[in-house]
C-alpha cells in the first residue's frame, strides 16, 4: 500500500501548473526523485511561504484512483483501495483514514488543481520524503525500492526529434518511413516502440503504456540514429491498418531497462500519405555473363522499355549481390551514389529491347569492383522526367555467377600500311591465333575509328553486320591478312586515307555466347607515298555570257587529300596543245589556271569566273575547242610531286538558248480540302537543264485545253513556279490559293488539264517548251494522313546525328502508308517549310510502319545536306508517303519544338559567389548571389549551403552530394537569368547546427547536373549576423480575451510570431487605480502566473481572492541570450467578482 502511495505522490508533480494566487511564487526548477528514478513534470512545482507544493489530483487518476470534488463543500476526497484521503481547501487539517493531519501550509486550488505541501506526503503516507533547498531536489524513498543501486541523479532522455517521409506507394505501411534520435541515455534503454497515431487523437505517456504490441513497431538499440520502414501489416495505436489520405503524427516511446521509467517523445510533424503515381517499368530484365574481362565488361544487361515512356528521362542499371537482392528496394536504390549503377539512355522504339555491356569500372551497389565468381542479380530503375511520378523499380532478374570463358583471346601482334590504295587493300592485319581452335569456327577483324575505340565491346561486336568486319578462316597457324577493298570500319565508312584506326579480332566460337574479342591494336593511320590524280573530270556550257562564267568544271576528289594542298582547273586550247603534260602544267603562270581550296567534299564543282583565263593567258571564250585538266598539287615534304588529271573531252563554248519539255508528267488528287490543295504535280525535268531558266505549272480547265498552247502559256500569268536543278523527278502539291488559267480558284468536279512549261534563258519566249497534258478531276476520295506529336531529344553526347532521338505518334489510318521519312530541318530553314520543299529533300531517315522512334546515325545530315551537329536549333518533320492507290501521294507532319544538341555530360561551377547579410535575425537575412553557368541544358538545379568559415576548406563536393536533408540547403532552379539572387531558405548550416549570431558563414553552390558530374563552386565571402542582446526586446504579447467569474479570471492571449527569443510570459492582475505599472516598473506583488514559452492560445483560469477592478498585462520574458529586454502587452480591464463558491 506505501509503495502505491509513494507512487501516487510523484505523479502529482506531472501535473501543469498555469496558475498560481498572488501569495504563491514560481519555484526554481525543482526536481522529484522516487526511489532514485527522476520523475519528469512538464511543469515544475510551486513554492508557497517557504514551502514546495505538490498536486494532488493528477497522481491518484493517473494509478486509476478515484477524485471526488465537492464544490459547496470546497473538499476533496481521494480513494485508492482501502486507503482514503480528505483535504478541505484553505484548511490546514486534513484527514488520512479518518486520521487527522495538519498541514504546513492550506491546500488550495491552483488552475484547478488542489495542491498540497510535502510535508503532507510525509504524514500521509508514512514514507521518507526529503527536500534539499540547496539543490531543489525532492527525494522520496518507499519501504520496497524496486533498484535501490540505481543512482539518484540519472534519469532516460527521449528521442529529440522524430519524422516521417512518403517513399513508396503500397498504400500501407511500407510507405512510410520514420527516423528519430537515440536517447542520449541510451544505455538504460531497452527498446524503442515507433507509435503511428492519428492526428485527431489525443495521446499521451500513459496511452503510449497502454497500446497492445500488435499495434507499435519495435526497435532495438543500435547506439545510433534510427530510419526504419513499416510493414505491409503495421497498424496505427488504434489498430487500424496505415493507410493513404489519413493525417497522422509519429512518438518513439523510450522503453526502460530495469526500474527505469518509459518517456514518451515529442510527436512529429503531421503527415499524410500519398499514392503518387510512379512511370512504368521495365520488364524482362536479363543478365548475362558475356566476356572474360574478370570486371564489369563481361556483365550484359537487357531489359523490355514500356510501351508508353514519355515520362522516363533514362534508366538506371544495378547489379546487385545475389544474396542482398531481398533487401534491395526502391528507396535503396534512389538513394545510392552513381558510382554504384550504370545510366542507359533511351534507344529504339517503345516496347523495344535495350541491352548495354557494363564497364570496365562498374561496381555493386555495396561499391565494390564485379568480378568473377560472385553471383549477381539486375535490376533496372526507371528514371521519371516529371515532378507528377516517382520512379519505379523492375523486378529481379536471374542471378548468374561469372566465370572464365573456355575461349580463349586471339592477340593483335602488327598492323601496317602496306599499299597506296587509298582503300582497305592498303591495311595489313597480323595475329596469333589462339592455341586451342576446336572450339572455334573462324575470326573477325574490325577496324574501329580510334575515336570510339573505347566504347568498341563484344557485344558491339557481336551486333555488327558481315559488311563491317572481314572474315578470317581458320588455317592451324598465325594469321596476317591485307583488307580487301571493299572493306569498311565498323561505323560503316570505307576505310581510307588520313583516319586513325584500330583494330579488333574476335575469335568466333562455335557457341556465339562464348566469342571472345582481343585488345585493341596500336593506333595506324593511312597514308599515300605519291600525290593522286583527281577522277570523274567534266565540263559542261551552263551560260551565254561568251566568257569563262560560261564553262562548268566539275570532278571528284583524289582518293588521298592528305598530302595535297590545292588543286589547279587549267583550261587548254586543242589548237595548240596536240598534248599537254605534267611539266607543262606544273610552269603555267598563276593567272592562268582556277585555284580550288580543298573542302573535304567528296565532289567539286564550280563555274569558272568572267575573267578566266587559258593556259596561254588569253580570256576563255565562245567558238574556241578546249581540253580541260586538273593538277593536284602537293602539301609539305610532296610539294613538288605533282599529278595531272587526264583530260576531258573537247568542249566548244556557245549560245544554247533551246530547252526541252518536262516529261512523265502526272496529275493526283491527294486531299479533299475542295482547292488546289488536292492536286499534286508530278514531272522529270530535262536531262540537259543547262540552258533551263525555272518551270511553269499550268492548271487548264479540260473544256478551254484544246487551244491551250505555247503562246497562251507564255502570255498567261496564273502558274505555279518550280526551279530548276535539285531531284529531276519532281513532286509538287499546289496550295489553297491556286487558280487555273482563266483566273477561278481550283475546285472539286472540275476536268482539268495539267500542263509545264519550260523557261529558257534568255529574252526570247520562243524557244521555252510546252510539255503534253495531264487530266485529272478532283473529288472526295481517302486521304493520306499526317503523323503527329513530333518530338525529338538529345539521348547521347556524340556530336553528330546519333545524339538525335525522333519520336512521333501514327496517324489512326495506315492502310495506304508505304513507310515515313524524318525530316531534320534547320530552324533558319523551318519557316514556311512545307510538303513541297520535304518531297524535294534528298537527305532524310527512313522508317518503316510499325517503328515510331529512331536515333538517327552518324553522318545524317539535315535537309540542307550538312551534318547534324551540336549547337546548331533543328525542327524535325516527318512526311507519310504513299502506296497503292496513294501511290505518288505525300503528307507533312507539324514540326516538333526546336531542338539543339548539346553536350550534356557534365555541368560548370557557378562563379561569383557572395554573401550579403541584410539584418541580424536569422538566416533569411542572408542573401546569396551568384553567376549562373554558361550552358543550363543539363542542370537540375543549384544547392546553397551556409558553412560555418573554418569547415569551409574541408567541405567537398563530395560532403555536398551526400547531404540529403533538403533543410539544410536552398534550392535555386535554373530560371535563365544569367545573375542569381535570392534570400536563403534554411534555418541551419550545412551540418545540421541552428545558424545563429556571431559566427561567420561562407557559401558554396553545388551544381546539379541531370546526369554526369555535378560541380561545387569555391567559397563566397564570410558574413555574420550579429545582434545586441542587450538593446534587442521581444515583442509583446496580445490579450485576447479575459472572462471574469466567481474569485476567477479566465484569460487567452496570442504570442508574437516572431518568439524564438522569449523564455515565457508572466500574467499581472494591477488594480485599476495603479497608474505607474510598466515593463521599468514592474511590482512582482501582482504577479498571479508564470507561463511557459510553449504556451499555445488555450484558456487559463486565475484565481483572484480579492474582488474588484483589474488590469492585465501579459509579460514577454526575454532569454537573454539573444534579447535582454522584456516587453508588455496592452492592458485589459476586467472585475473580478466576489463569490463562496469555486468552479
Same mark, same amino acid.
Given at each position: 500500500?506505501?509503495?502505491?502511495?509513494?507512487?501516487?505522490?510523484?505523479?502529482?508533480?506531472?501535473?501543469? /501548473? &498555469?496558475?498560481?494566487?498572488?501569495? $504563491?511564487?514560481?519555484?526554481?526548477?525543482?526536481?522529484?526523485?522516487?526511489?532514485?528514478?527522476?520523475?519528469?513534470?512538464?511543469?515544475?512545482?510551486?513554492?508557497?511561504?517557504?514551502?514546495?507544493?505538490?498536486?494532488?489530483?493528477? @497522481?491518484?487518476?493517473?494509478?486509476?484512483a478515484s477524485v471526488d470534488w465537492d464544490r459547496k463543500k470546497q473538499t476533496v476526497t481521494a480513494t485508492k483501495g482501502d486507503t482514503t484521503v480528505v483535504l478541505k481547501i484553505k484548511s490546514r487539517v486534513a484527514t488520512v483514514n479518518n486520521k487527522t493531519v495538519?498541514?504546513?501550509?492550506?491546500?488550495?486550488?491552483?488552475?484547478?488543481?488542489?495542491?498540497?505541501?510535502?510535508?503532507?506526503?510525509?504524514?500521509?503516507?508514512?514514507?521518507?520524503?526529503?527536500?534539499?533547498?540547496?539543490?531543489?531536489?525532492?527525494?522520496?524513498?518507499?519501504?520496497?525500492?524496486?533498484?535501490?543501486?540505481?543512482?539518484?541523479?540519472?534519469?532516460?532522455?527521449?528521442?529529440?526529434?522524430?519524422?516521417?517521409?512518403?517513399?513508396?506507394?503500397?498504400?500501407?505501411?511500407?510507405?512510410?518511413?520514420?527516423?528519430?534520435?537515440?536517447?542520449?541515455?541510451?544505455?538504460?534503454?531497452?527498446?524503442?516502440?515507433?507509435?503511428?497515431?492519428?492526428?485527431?487523437?489525443?495521446?499521451?505517456?500513459?496511452?503510449?503504456?497502454?497500446?497492445?504490441?500488435?499495434?507499435?513497431?519495435?526497435?532495438?538499440?543500435?547506439?545510433?540514429?534510427?530510419?526504419?520502414?513499416?510493414?505491409?501489416?503495421?497498424?496505427?495505436?488504434?489498430?487500424?491498418?496505415?493507410?493513404?489520405?489519413?493525417?497522422?503524427?509519429?512518438?518513439?516511446?523510450?522503453?526502460?531497462?530495469?526500474?527505469?521509467? !518509459?518517456?514518451?517523445?515529442?510527436?512529429?510533424?503531421?503527415?499524410?500519405?500519398?499514392?503518387?503515381?510512379?512511370?512504368?517499368?521495365?520488364?524482362?530484365? =536479363?543478365?548475362?555473363?558475356?566476356?572474360?574481362?574478370?570486371?564489369?565488361?563481361?556483365?550484359?544487361?537487357?531489359?523490355?522499355?514500356?510501351?508508353?515512356?514519355?515520362?522516363?528521362?533514362?534508366?538506371?542499371?544495378?547489379?546487385?549481390?545475389?544474396?542482398?537482392?531481398?533487401?534491395?528496394?526502391?528507396?535503396?536504390?534512389?538513394?545510392?551514389?552513381?558510382?554504384?549503377?550504370?545510366?542507359?539512355?533511351?534507344?529504339?522504339?517503345?516496347?523495344?529491347?535495350?541491352?548495354?555491356?557494363?564497364?570496365?569500372?562498374?561496381?555493386?551497389?555495396?561499391?565494390?569492383?564485379?568480378?568473377?565468381?560472385?553471383?549477381?542479380?539486375?535490376?533496372?530503375?526507371?528514371?521519371?522526367?516529371?515532378?507528377?511520378?516517382?520512379?519505379?523499380?523492375?523486378?529481379?532478374? !536471374?542471378?548468374?555467377?561469372?566465370?572464365?570463358?573456355?575461349?580463349?583471346?586471339?592477340?593483335?601482334?602488327?598492323?601496317?600500311?602496306?599499299?597506296?590504295?587509298?582503300?582497305?587493300?592498303?591495311?595489313?592485319?597480323?595475329?596469333?591465333?589462339?592455341?586451342?581452335?576446336?572450339?572455334?569456327?573462324?575470326?573477325?577483324?574490325?577496324?574501329?575509328?580510334?575515336?570510339?575505340?573505347?566504347?568498341?565491346?563484344?557485344?558491339?561486336?557481336?551486333?555488327?553486320?558481315?559488311?563491317?568486319?572481314?572474315?578470317?578462316?581458320?588455317?592451324?597457324?598465325?594469321?596476317?591478312?591485307?583488307?580487301?577493298?571493299?572493306?569498311?570500319?565498323?561505323?560503316?565508312?570505307?576505310?581510307?586515307? #588520313?583516319?586513325?584506326?584500330?583494330?579488333? &579480332?574476335?575469335?568466333?566460337?562455335?557457341?556465339?555466347?562464348?566469342?571472345?574479342?582481343?585488345?585493341?591494336?596500336?593506333?595506324?593511320?593511312?597514308?599515300?607515298?605519291?600525290?593522286?590524280?583527281?577522277?570523274?573530270?567534266?565540263?559542261?556550257?551552263?551560260?551565254?555570257?561568251?566568257?569563262?562564267?560560261?564553262?562548268?568544271?566539275?570532278?571528284?576528289?583524289?582518293?588521298?587529300?592528305?598530302?595535297?594542298?590545292?588543286?589547279?582547273?587549267?583550261?587548254?586550247?586543242?589548237?595548240?596543245?596536240?598534248?599537254?603534260?605534267?611539266?607543262?602544267?606544273?610552269?603555267?603562270?598563276?593567272?592562268?589556271?582556277?585555284?580550288?581550296?580543298?573542302?573535304?567534299?567528296?565532289?567539286?564543282?564550280?563555274?569558272?569566273?568572267?575573267?578566266?583565263?587559258?593556259?596561254?593567258?588569253?580570256?576563255?571564250?565562245?567558238?574556241?575547242?578546249?581540253?580541260?585538266?586538273?593538277?593536284?598539287?602537293?602539301?609539305?615534304?610532296?610539294?613538288?610531286?605533282?599529278?595531272?588529271?587526264?583530260?576531258?573531252?573537247?568542249?566548244?563554248?556557245?549560245?544554247?538558248?533551246?530547252?526541252?519539255?518536262?516529261?512523265?508528267?502526272?496529275?493526283?488528287?491527294?486531299?479533299?480540302?475542295?482547292?488546289?490543295?488536292?492536286?499534286?504535280?508530278?514531272?522529270?525535268?530535262?536531262?540537259?537543264?543547262?540552258?533551263?531558266?525555272?518551270?511553269?505549272?499550268?492548271?487548264?480547265?479540260?473544256?478551254?485545253?484544246?487551244?491551250?498552247?505555247?503562246?497562251?502559256?507564255?502570255?498567261?500569268?496564273?502558274?505555279?513556279?518550280?526551279?530548276?536543278?535539285?531531284?529531276?523527278?519532281?513532286?509538287?502539291?499546289?496550295?489553297?490559293?491556286?487558280?487555273?488559267?482563266?483566273?477561278? /480558284?481550283?475546285?472539286?468536279?472540275?476536268?482539268?488539264?495539267?500542263?509545264?512549261?519550260?523557261?529558257?534563258?534568255?529574252?526570247?519566249?520562243?524557244?521555252?517548251?510546252?510539255?503534253?497534258?495531264? #487530266?485529272?478531276?478532283?473529288?472526295?476520295?481517302?486521304?493520306?494522313?499526317?503523323?503527329?506529336?513530333?518530338?525529338?531529344?538529345?539521348?547521347?553526347?556524340?556530336?553528330?546525328?546519333?545524339?538525335?532521338?525522333?519520336?512521333?505518334?501514327?496517324?489512326?489510318?495506315?492502310?495506304?502508308?508505304?513507310?515515313?521519312?524524318?525530316?531534320?530541318?534547320?530552324?533558319?530553314?523551318?519557316?514556311?517549310?512545307?510538303?513541297?520543299?520535304?518531297?524535294?529533300?534528298?537527305?532524310?531517315?527512313?522508317?518503316?510502319?510499325?517503328?515510331?522512334?529512331?536515333?538517327?546515325?552518324?553522318?545524317?545530315?539535315?535537309?540542307?545536306?550538312?551534318?547534324?551537329?551540336?549547337?546548331?536549333?533543328?525542327?524535325?518533320?516527318?512526311?507519310?508517303?504513299?502506296?497503292?492507290?496513294?501511290?505518288?501521294?505525300?503528307?507533312?507532319?507539324?514540326?516538333?519544338?526546336?531542338?539543339?544538341?548539346?553536350?550534356?555530360?557534365?555541368?560548370?561551377?557557378?562563379?561569383?559567389?557572395?554573401?550579403?547579410?541584410?539584418?541580424?535575425?536569422?538566416?533569411?537575412?542572408?542573401?546569396?548571389?551568384?553567376?549562373?553557368?554558361?550552358?543550363?541544358?543539363?542542370?537540375?538545379?543549384?544547392?546553397?549551403?551556409?558553412?560555418?568559415?573554418?569547415?569551409?576548406?574541408?567541405?567537398?563536393?563530395?560532403?555536398?552530394?551526400?547531404?540529403?536533408?533538403?533543410?539544410?540547403?536552398?534550392? @535555386? =532552379?535554373?530560371?535563365?537569368?544569367?545573375?542569381?539572387?535570392?534570400t536563403l531558405m534554411v534555418s541551419n548550416d550545412a551540418f545540421n547546427d541552428p545558424i545563429k549570431a556571431g559566427t561567420l558563414y561562407v557559401a558554396k553552390v553545388l551544381t546539379v547536373a541531370k546526369s554526369g558530374a555535378n560541380a561545387l563552386s569555391t567559397a563566397?565571402?564570410?558574413?555574420?549576423?550579429?545582434?545586441?542582446?542587450?538593446?534587442?526586446?521581444?515583442?509583446?504579447?496580445?490579450?485576447?480575451?479575459?472572462?471574469?467569474?466567481?474569485?476567477?479570471?479566465?484569460?487567452?492571449?496570442?504570442?508574437?510570431?516572431?518568439?524564438?527569443?522569449?523564455?515565457?510570459?508572466?500574467?499581472?492582475?494591477?488594480?485599476?487605480?495603479?497608474?505607474?505599472?510598466?515593463?521599468?516598473?514592474?511590482?512582482?506583488?501582482?504577479?498571479?502566473?508564470?507561463?511557459?514559452?510553449?504556451?499555445?492560445?488555450?484558456?487559463?483560469?486565475?484565481?483572484?481572492?480579492?474582488?474588484?477592478?483589474?488590469?492585465?498585462?501579459?509579460?514577454?520574458?526575454?532569454?537573454?541570450?539573444?534579447?535582454?529586454?522584456?516587453?508588455?502587452?496592452?492592458?485589459?480591464? &476586467?472585475?473580478?467578482?466576489? $463569490?463562496?463558491?469555486?468552479?
Amino acid at each position: 500500500m506505501k509503495k502505491i502511495w509513494t507512487m501516487l505522490l510523484a505523479a502529482i508533480l506531472i501535473v501543469p /501548473l &498555469v496558475l498560481q494566487p498572488v501569495t $504563491a511564487q514560481a519555484a526554481r526548477a525543482i526536481t522529484i526523485y522516487v526511489d532514485g528514478v527522476q520523475l519528469k513534470t512538464d511543469q515544475p512545482p510551486v513554492m508557497v511561504q517557504g514551502r514546495v507544493m505538490l498536486p494532488l489530483r493528477a @497522481i491518484f487518476e493517473a494509478l486509476d484512483a478515484s477524485v471526488d470534488w465537492d464544490r459547496k463543500k470546497q473538499t476533496v476526497t481521494a480513494t485508492k483501495g482501502d486507503t482514503t484521503v480528505v483535504l478541505k481547501i484553505k484548511s490546514r487539517v486534513a484527514t488520512v483514514n479518518n486520521k487527522t493531519v495538519t498541514l504546513d501550509v492550506p491546500a488550495q486550488i491552483f488552475s484547478g488543481r488542489t495542491m498540497v505541501p510535502v510535508r503532507f506526503v510525509s504524514e500521509a503516507l508514512g514514507q521518507d520524503v526529503d527536500w534539499n533547498s540547496r539543490s531543489q531536489i525532492v527525494t522520496i524513498n518507499s519501504d520496497n525500492p524496486s533498484n535501490p543501486d540505481t543512482p539518484s541523479n540519472i534519469s532516460i532522455s527521449p528521442a529529440s526529434y522524430v519524422s516521417g517521409r512518403d517513399v513508396s506507394n503500397q498504400g500501407d505501411g511500407r510507405d512510410l518511413e520514420v527516423s528519430f534520435s537515440k536517447s542520449s541515455t541510451e544505455s538504460l534503454v531497452d527498446h524503442y516502440r515507433v507509435l503511428v497515431v492519428k492526428a485527431s487523437k489525443s495521446f499521451n505517456q500513459a496511452s503510449a503504456l497502454k497500446v497492445s504490441a500488435s499495434n507499435y513497431t519495435k526497435v532495438s538499440t543500435t547506439g545510433s540514429n534510427r530510419s526504419i520502414t513499416l510493414s505491409q501489416s503495421s497498424r496505427d495505436v488504434d489498430g487500424d491498418y496505415i493507410k493513404n489520405d489519413q493525417p497522422y503524427v509519429i512518438y518513439v516511446l523510450a522503453v526502460g531497462k530495469s526500474s527505469y521509467s !518509459s518517456v514518451l517523445s515529442n510527436s512529429s510533424p503531421k503527415i499524410t500519405l500519398t499514392n503518387m503515381s510512379s512511370v512504368p517499368e521495365v520488364t524482362n530484365v =536479363k543478365i548475362s555473363d558475356n566476356s572474360d574481362f574478370g570486371d564489369g565488361r563481361d556483365i550484359s544487361v537487357s531489359f523490355t522499355r514500356p510501351q508508353n515512356d514519355n515520362n522516363i528521362s533514362n534508366y538506371r542499371v544495378f547489379i546487385v549481390k545475389t544474396k542482398d537482392a531481398n533487401n534491395f528496394s526502391l528507396t535503396t536504390a534512389n538513394n545510392l551514389s552513381s558510382s554504384y549503377y550504370t545510366t542507359m539512355y533511351k534507344s529504339g522504339s517503345n516496347g523495344g529491347t535495350m541491352t548495354g555491356t557494363l564497364s570496365s569500372s562498374a561496381r555493386d551497389t555495396a561499391g565494390e569492383s564485379i568480378k568473377n565468381g560472385v553471383s549477381y542479380t539486375a535490376f533496372v530503375l526507371s528514371i521519371s522526367s516529371t515532378d507528377s511520378a516517382i520512379n519505379k523499380l523492375s523486378s529481379a532478374s !536471374s542471378s548468374v555467377t561469372l566465370s572464365p570463358n573456355t575461349v580463349a583471346t586471339p592477340v593483335i601482334t602488327q598492323i601496317d600500311d602496306v599499299n597506296d590504295y587509298g582503300d582497305g587493300r592498303d591495311l595489313r592485319v597480323s595475329f596469333n591465333k589462339i592455341s586451342n581452335e576446336s572450339n572455334i569456327s573462324s575470326y573477325r577483324i574490325f577496324v574501329v575509328r580510334a575515336s570510339n575505340y573505347s566504347n568498341f565491346t563484344l557485344t558491339k561486336a557481336n551486333s555488327l553486320s558481315s559488311s563491317y568486319y572481314t572474315q578470317v578462316n581458320k588455317t592451324g597457324y598465325n594469321i596476317t591478312q591485307v583488307l580487301s577493298s571493299g572493306a569498311r570500319d565498323t561505323d560503316g565508312y570505307a576505310i581510307q586515307n #588520313g583516319v586513325s584506326y584500330r583494330v579488333f &579480332v574476335m575469335a568466333v566460337a562455335t557457341n556465339s555466347g562464348n566469342n571472345v574479342l582481343s585488345s585493341a591494336s596500336n593506333a595506324i593511320t593511312l597514308y599515300s607515298s605519291n600525290v593522286g590524280a583527281v577522277s570523274n573530270l567534266y565540263t559542261n556550257d551552263v551560260n551565254d555570257y561568251g566568257d569563262g562564267r560560261d564553262l562548268y568544271v566539275s570532278f571528284t576528289k583524289a582518293a588521298d587529300e592528305s598530302n595535297i594542298s590545292q588543286y589547279r582547273i587549267m583550261v587548254v586550247p586543242t589548237a595548240y596543245y596536240s598534248s599537254f603534260s605534267l611539266s607543262d602544267a606544273n610552269n603555267v603562270s598563276s593567272s592562268n589556271y582556277t585555284t580550288v581550296n580543298k573542302s573535304g567534299n567528296n565532289n567539286y564543282g564550280l563555274t569558272l569566273s568572267g575573267n578566266a583565263r587559258d593556259v596561254r593567258g588569253n580570256y576563255i571564250t565562245d567558238r574556241t575547242s578546249y581540253r580541260v585538266y586538273v593538277l593536284s598539287v602537293g602539301y609539305g615534304n610532296y610539294s613538288g610531286s605533282n599529278a595531272l588529271s587526264a583530260p576531258t573531252s573537247t568542249i566548244t563554248l556557245g549560245k544554247n538558248y533551246n530547252v526541252q519539255a518536262v516529261t512523265s508528267l502526272t496529275a493526283a488528287d491527294v486531299n479533299d480540302f475542295g482547292d488546289g490543295r488536292d492536286l499534286q504535280v508530278s514531272f522529270t525535268k530535262p536531262s540537259d537543264e543547262t540552258n533551263v531558266n525555272h518551270y511553269r505549272i499550268f492548271v487548264v480547265p479540260t473544256a478551254y485545253s484544246s487551244s491551250f498552247n505555247l503562246s497562251q502559256a507564255n502570255s498567261n500569268s496564273n502558274f505555279i513556279t518550280e526551279s530548276k536543278d535539285g531531284n529531276r523527278s519532281t513532286t509538287r502539291s499546289l496550295d489553297s490559293t491556286t487558280r487555273d488559267v482563266r483566273g477561278n /480558284l481550283i475546285t472539286e468536279g472540275t476536268n482539268y488539264s495539267v500542263y509545264v512549261l519550260t523557261v529558257a534563258n534568255g529574252n526570247s519566249s520562243s524557244v521555252n517548251a510546252l510539255s503534253s497534258a495531264s #487530266g485529272i478531276k478532283l473529288s472526295k476520295n481517302k486521304a493520306l494522313q499526317a503523323v503527329s506529336g513530333v518530338k525529338a531529344y538529345d539521348v547521347g553526347d556524340n556530336g553528330d546525328g546519333q545524339d538525335l532521338k525522333v519520336e512521333f505518334t501514327k496517324p489512326s489510318d495506315e492502310s495506304n502508308i508505304n513507310n515515313y521519312r524524318i525530316l531534320v530541318v534547320p530552324v533558319s530553314k523551318a519557316n514556311g517549310f512545307g510538303v513541297n520543299e520535304a518531297i524535294k529533300a534528298t537527305s532524310y531517315t527512313l522508317v518503316s510502319k510499325g517503328q515510331y522512334s529512331a536515333i538517327l546515325k552518324a553522318g545524317d545530315k539535315d535537309t540542307e545536306n550538312q551534318q547534324i551537329k551540336n549547337d546548331t536549333e533543328y525542327r524535325v518533320y516527318v512526311l507519310s508517303v504513299g502506296t497503292g492507290s496513294s501511290q505518288g501521294m505525300y503528307n507533312l507532319s507539324g514540326p516538333s519544338d526546336v531542338i539543339k544538341l548539346v553536350n550534356n555530360a557534365k555541368v560548370d561551377e557557378v562563379r561569383s559567389v557572395s554573401l550579403d547579410a541584410k539584418g541580424s535575425s536569422n538566416s533569411s537575412d542572408i542573401e546569396v548571389s551568384f553567376t549562373k553557368v554558361n550552358d543550363e541544358q543539363n542542370v537540375l538545379e543549384y544547392r546553397v549551403f551556409l558553412i560555418p568559415e573554418g569547415q569551409a576548406a574541408t567541405f567537398t563536393k563530395q560532403s555536398a552530394e551526400t547531404i540529403k536533408d533538403k533543410s539544410l540547403y536552398t534550392i @535555386i =532552379k535554373p530560371n535563365g537569368n544569367s545573375n542569381i539572387r535570392q534570400t536563403l531558405m534554411v534555418s541551419n548550416d550545412a551540418f545540421n547546427d541552428p545558424i545563429k549570431a556571431g559566427t561567420l558563414y561562407v557559401a558554396k553552390v553545388l551544381t546539379v547536373a541531370k546526369s554526369g558530374a555535378n560541380a561545387l563552386s569555391t567559397a563566397s565571402n564570410a558574413v555574420t549576423l550579429k545582434s545586441n542582446p542587450v538593446d534587442t526586446a521581444v515583442n509583446p504579447a496580445t490579450i485576447t480575451n479575459a472572462s471574469p467569474g466567481a474569485n476567477e479570471i479566465t484569460l487567452t492571449f496570442s504570442t508574437p510570431s516572431n518568439k524564438g527569443n522569449i523564455s515565457g510570459y508572466d500574467v499581472y492582475a494591477v488594480p485599476s487605480n495603479v497608474t505607474d505599472f510598466s515593463v521599468s516598473n514592474l511590482n512582482s506583488n501582482y504577479l498571479i502566473n508564470t507561463v511557459s514559452k510553449e504556451y499555445s492560445g488555450e484558456p487559463i483560469k486565475l484565481n483572484v481572492t480579492i474582488p474588484g477592478s483589474y488590469k492585465l498585462y501579459v509579460l514577454s520574458k526575454p532569454d537573454n541570450v539573444n534579447a535582454k529586454k522584456a516587453a508588455l502587452s496592452e492592458p485589459f480591464p &476586467v472585475d473580478v467578482i466576489p $463569490a463562496a463558491e469555486i468552479g
